[in-house]
């Protein structure tokens, strides 16, 4: 394998939180050397390096940083692949620049048993150009009545655990199975609502809903569902991530948890961090998201979680929708969006704005997740995996929807004019998308 130096590249790391110019060398798979201003201040290194037997790509003064790790991805397959399969998923994660994906078992069959697991690995084995891990159902059957063969899921590689949108409601079945997580150190993932309150909800209470006439839920469901959860926590002691915070009202509970020490972090979605509730507008269906977009305070609020570090990790939670579950009234239309391809670019509206800078976003898009999950990717340093991507953050971009890979098309930001393209994307040192 001929190594390769990635030169001339804005490097962003955010382990260190730096973003400086320099060079990566990449050999057999991994980074083997990371050359800066600080490293090699007369670039002495990097022109024996030159001189050598290297491919040389010249990035062009482009930021280079971490592949995404994107927790939460939604693939068809098995039941529904005329929306996803894991050959369109992994060209869309390539080129959005997406090195991980970790997808969800919500699918039409419930990823609940090792064999069907197996099947899902191989399928993303054979087709997907991108790493892929799966996470597993807590409960069979997502129903909430009787755990999953959580010790044999984990043999079978499963990295997670979760029910995704059908929250467990029986808290002495919740509470056995985390204490059974905790017995074998997996990672429990919850969805922080109130079942009941939030059932057959479209939209956020407030006066936005009540002029649409849409069935909303009050954004005390996520606290009163994360509080709940919480709680068994501190009982049980498991390892636990809540999937999406999205509400200014579940942040002190989490801030409460993490005080005090238990082993809880939290992530939120690219959509509630760069839209809200008026987004909608006359019951656009692509802006219907589970949960509902919130009030563009609490979307300030989330952003700040963000950058702070109270909210650890961002994700897409692409959700690939056909057109016919999306051409229904929007009370009736089925929830989610794609936006693998498109999270990069979506999220440097942050970037540009000035409310995230470039190491704090990656932290949150491909350290942070990869550590969840005990992953050694997610960074810029001699020995990590070279799965990186290449972007150029300026570039002004139409998003059309008719362009992406994924088989399904629903995205709120077709379209939209957005700053910021993928030129390239590596996983384990071969490219595998080129602009």
Known sequence: MTDTLLSNARLIDPETGSDDLGAVLISGGVIKEIFTQGTD???EKLAKVNAGQVEVVDCKGKCLA?????????????GERHKESYATAGRAAAAGGVTTIVTRPDTTTAIDTPEGLDFIRRRAAEDATVNVLHMAALTKGREGREMTEIGFLLDAGAVAFTDCDHVVRDTKVLSRAMTYARSLG?????????????????ATSGKFASLRGLPAVSAMAERMGLDRDIALVEMTGVRYHADQITTARALPALVRAKKNGFDVTAGTSMHHLTLNEMDVADYRTFFKVKPPLRAEEDRLEIVEAVRSGLIDIIGSFHTPQDEESKRLPFEE?????????????????????????????FRALS??????????CGRLAAGAPADLVLFDADKPIILDRFKLRSKSKNTPFDNARLQGKVLGTWVAGTRVYAA
Do not use: C, F, W
């Open 41 to 43: 201040p007369k670039g």
């Open 66 to 78: 971490p592949g995404i790790v994107d927790i939460g991805v939604k693939v068809g397959e098995p």
């Open 367 to 376: 350290l942070n997740p990869a550590k969840r999950l005990g992953l050694p």
């Open 186 to 202: 997996a990672l429990v993932i919850g969805h922080p609502q109130d079942p009941g309150l939030s059932r057959g909800a479209a």
């Open 333 to 361: 239309a089925a929830s989610g969006a794609v936006g693998l391809e498109t999270m990069l670019p979506v999220l440097l509206r942050l970037y540009h704005s000035g409310e995230l800078d470039l190491p704090t976003l």
